[in-house]
């Protein structure tokens, strides 16, 4: 049977019903993308072409209802099904009115989800066919995401073009907010594993006694509350993408046990003592010196020299800071459309400000201050739309080198000056509690 071109995304946090939903559309021929949340598989649709949306209703954080709207305002063309455990009538006319054009209660038949696939992708075709010169709706660009014209920035990508299309191990260093995430996935839909799927996990957010559990899986009566089989983080991975962020949180135990992995590829569950091979490619990041957690016995060595066989270094934003207007711009364009429905844009002395500042928390600082400068400003973006520890910013030297602690330092000093030694206004300014202002001051 030839290869349908159609390509289906599913959306559900039950890995158990993501693989089976997965299995059963590649019977039918279908490229597959997998995602276990909603912010997944925003990031799917931003990079890859879609042409069916199954999604799941009860999610955490956000629901299959959120998605649906932001995909029925954001990609129209695409075809949406809802899949749920809990059906309704009320539920069943709140997903119609949300997108979707159909709804089916779990469990379901293979021959049923066969017939509700095929009846959606028709409907979809039958839409483009009735809407003549329609844009593609995704530039499907590999690092469309990523922005920026430094030779900082051009030495990612160059990285980025030379591991895309292995398995190589890759460690991602930088500072919180610089982007590591958006490089790793750049990384896997860049390249020839792009239809596998792209699964990200922050250690630091597992508890230690689960993180084992999260990553292997575990069988049923491996532990209290163990009443079910359950594949982990690994097992959805397999044939595309592992992204372990914040690794050096990850306990000693399991640094153990994704050492074998790396290794051997090969995992065992929680439970269990039979070996699963694993087919997919890890790709790591921290914003920690690694070589310092070595010494101090709460890193192992043996791991990241397995994790580095090829290391990415994502430059803080003020080593990059001729990105600055065209990350401006980007965020003015994403929020702009978002939340005014239209193009907004910056006066130069505005520009000038954020060029200056150094962006402790990096590109997502500066995004957070973009979106609210396009939220309060009445017309084009001026100094009187940017937060007051802009306002008060200092000239720091244009060497790209700049300790981080002299800059905090320095710039600590003038609030304080701005404020006459208010520390509760001072506090406030740089967006810290009192506690913490004192404490670098001490």
């Given at each position: 049977?030839?290869?349908?071109?159609?390509?289906i995304?599913i959306?559900?946090?039950?890995?158990?019903?993501?693989e089976?939903?997965?299995?059963?559309?590649?019977?039918?021929?279908?490229?597959v993308f997998?995602a276990?949340?909603?912010?997944?598989?925003?990031?799917?649709?931003k990079?890859?072409?879609?042409?069916?949306?199954?999604?799941?209703?009860?999610?955490?954080?956000?629901d299959?209802?959120?998605?649906?709207k932001?995909?029925?305002?954001?990609?129209?063309?695409?075809?949406?099904?809802?899949?749920?455990?809990?059906?309704s009538?009320?539920?069943?006319?709140?997903?119609?009115k949300?997108?979707?054009?159909?709804?089916?209660?779990?469990?379901?038949?293979?021959?049923?989800?066969k017939?509700?696939?095929?009846?959606?992708?028709?409907?979809?075709?039958?839409?483009?066919?009735?809407?003549?010169?329609?844009?593609?709706?995704?530039?499907?660009?590999?690092?469309?995401?990523?922005?920026?014209?430094?030779t900082?920035?051009?030495?990612?990508?160059?990285?980025?073009?030379?591991?895309?299309?292995?398995?190589?191990?890759?460690?991602i260093?930088?500072?919180?907010?610089?982007?590591?995430?958006?490089?790793?996935?750049a990384?896997?839909?860049?390249?020839?594993?792009?239809?596998?799927?792209?699964?990200?996990?922050?250690?630091?957010?597992?508890?230690?006694?689960?993180q084992?559990?999260?990553?292997?899986?575990?069988?049923?009566?491996?532990f209290?509350?163990a009443?079910?089989?359950?594949?982990?983080?690994?097992?959805?991975?397999?044939?595309?993408?592992?992204?372990?962020?914040?690794?050096?949180?990850?306990?000693?135990d399991?640094?153990a046990?994704?050492?074998?992995?790396?290794?051997?590829?090969?995992?065992?569950?929680?439970?269990?003592?039979t070996l699963?091979?694993?087919?997919?490619?890890?790709?790591?990041?921290?914003?920690?010196?690694?070589?310092?957690?070595?010494?101090?016995?709460?890193f192992?060595?043996?791991?990241?020299?397995?994790?580095?066989?090829?290391e990415?270094?994502?430059p803080?934003?003020?080593?990059?800071?001729?990105?600055i207007?065209?990350l401006?711009d980007?965020?003015?364009?994403?929020?702009?459309?978002?939340?005014?429905?239209?193009l907004?844009?910056?006066?130069s002395?505005?520009?000038?400000?954020?060029?200056r500042?150094?962006w402790?928390?990096n590109?997502?600082?500066?995004?957070?201050?973009?979106?609210?400068?396009?939220?309060m400003?009445d017309?084009?973006?001026?100094t009187?739309?940017?937060?007051?520890?802009?306002?008060?910013?200092?000239?720091?030297?244009?060497?790209?080198?700049?300790?981080?602690?002299?800059?905090?330092?320095?710039?600590?000093?003038?609030?304080?000056?701005?404020?006459k030694?208010?520390?509760?206004?001072?506090?406030?300014?740089?967006?810290?509690?009192?506690?913490?202002?004192?404490?670098?001051?001490?």
């Amino acid at each position: 049977m030839p290869l349908n071109k159609e390509n289906i995304l599913i959306v559900d946090d039950d890995i158990k019903i993501l693989e089976l939903l997965a299995r059963r559309l590649k019977e039918f021929n279908y490229h597959v993308f997998k995602a276990i949340s909603v912010k997944e598989a925003l990031f799917i649709l931003k990079d890859t072409s879609i042409d069916l949306l199954i999604t799941d209703i009860q999610m955490p954080e956000v629901d299959g209802i959120q998605l649906l709207k932001y995909a029925k305002e954001h990609y129209p063309n695409i075809p949406k099904l809802v899949v749920t455990g809990y059906p309704s009538v009320d539920g069943a006319l709140e997903v119609i009115k949300s997108g979707a054009m159909d709804y089916m209660a779990k469990p379901f038949t293979k021959a049923e989800l066969k017939m509700a696939v095929e009846r959606a992708l028709e409907h979809g075709r039958a839409d483009q066919a009735s809407i003549a010169n329609v844009p593609s709706r995704t530039q499907n660009l590999p690092f469309k995401e990523m922005v920026g014209n430094s030779t900082a920035f051009k030495q990612v990508l160059t990285i980025i073009d030379r591991v895309k299309n292995n398995r190589a191990t890759v460690l991602i260093h930088g500072e919180s907010g610089t982007g590591k995430e958006l490089v790793a996935r750049a990384i896997h839909y860049s390249g020839k594993y792009s239809k596998g799927p792209f699964i990200a996990v922050n250690c630091g957010a597992i508890p230690d006694n689960l993180q084992e559990a999260e990553l292997f899986g575990y069988t049923k009566g491996a532990f209290t509350g163990a009443d079910q089989n359950r594949n982990g983080f690994f097992q959805a991975a397999s044939g595309g993408t592992l992204f372990l962020d914040e690794i050096g949180n990850a306990c000693l135990d399991v640094q153990a046990k994704l050492l074998r992995a790396l290794q051997e590829k090969e995992i065992t569950k929680v439970g269990s003592r039979t070996l699963e091979k694993v087919d997919l490619r890890i790709v790591a990041a921290t914003n920690m010196d690694l070589l310092k957690e070595i010494k101090k016995k709460n890193f192992r060595e043996d791991l990241y020299y397995r994790l580095t066989v090829v290391e990415i270094r994502v430059p803080p934003l003020r080593q990059r800071r001729s990105d600055i207007p065209l990350l401006v711009d980007r965020f003015l364009q994403k929020y702009g459309m978002e939340y005014r429905d239209r193009l907004l844009r910056i006066d130069s002395e505005a520009l000038k400000i954020m060029e200056r500042y150094p962006w402790p928390g990096n590109i997502r600082e500066l995004e957070n201050v973009v979106q609210r400068a396009v939220i309060m400003a009445d017309g084009p973006i001026g100094t009187k739309d940017l937060p007051d520890f802009l306002k008060y910013e200092i000239d720091f030297p244009d060497e790209e080198l700049i300790p981080l602690r002299d800059m905090e330092r320095k710039y600590i000093k003038r609030v304080l000056l701005h404020t006459k030694g208010n520390k509760t206004k001072a506090a406030e300014i740089l967006k810290i509690s009192r506690k913490t202002l004192r404490d670098k001051l001490d």
